[in-house]
Nanobody
Framework: QVQLVESGGGLVQSGGSLRLSCVASGPISKASFKIYNVAWYRQATGKQRELVASLSSGGAAEYLASVQGRFAISRDNDKKSVDLQMNSVKSEDSAVYYC????????????WGQGTQVTVSS
């Protein structure tokens, strides 16, 4: 069973920065991790989970309109990790953030992290 462990969440002031990290462990090699699309989702209290940023196995990144220009997703295939750099955070960025990976080819498979809380204080 592949496990995704997120870290880096916490309390940050409005306008500040935070960096979330997600590391994959278990039966997933570096070579396998390369073919996964990776993403960060978030879910605020009382709201549906939404896609914040994604990064394909080919390197194409997409962002939620409200975070475009403020957030940046990156990956390190050797470390089997995915990061989300969050700059100029706003109160509406407060949510539980989840890491997600999904195979881009072959047999379908995807995994979720347990989530990390981000709270932005005004």
């Amino acid at each position: 069973q592949v496990q995704l462990v997120e870290s880096g969440g916490g309390l940050v002031q409005s306008g500040g920065s935070l960096r979330l990290s997600c590391v994959a462990s278990g039966p997933i090699s570096k070579a396998s991790f390369k073919i996964y699309n990776v993403a960060w989702y978030r879910q605020a209290t009382g709201k549906q989970r939404e896609l914040v940023a994604s990064l394909s196995s080919g390197g194409a990144a997409e962002y939620l309109a409200s975070v475009q220009g403020r957030f940046a997703i990156s990956r390190d295939n050797d470390k089997k990790s995915v990061d989300l750099q969050m700059n100029s955070v706003k109160s509406e960025d407060s949510a539980v953030y989840y890491c997600h990976i999904a195979r881009s080819t072959g047999r379908a498979a995807d995994w979720w992290g347990q989530g990390t809380q981000v709270t932005v204080s005004s």
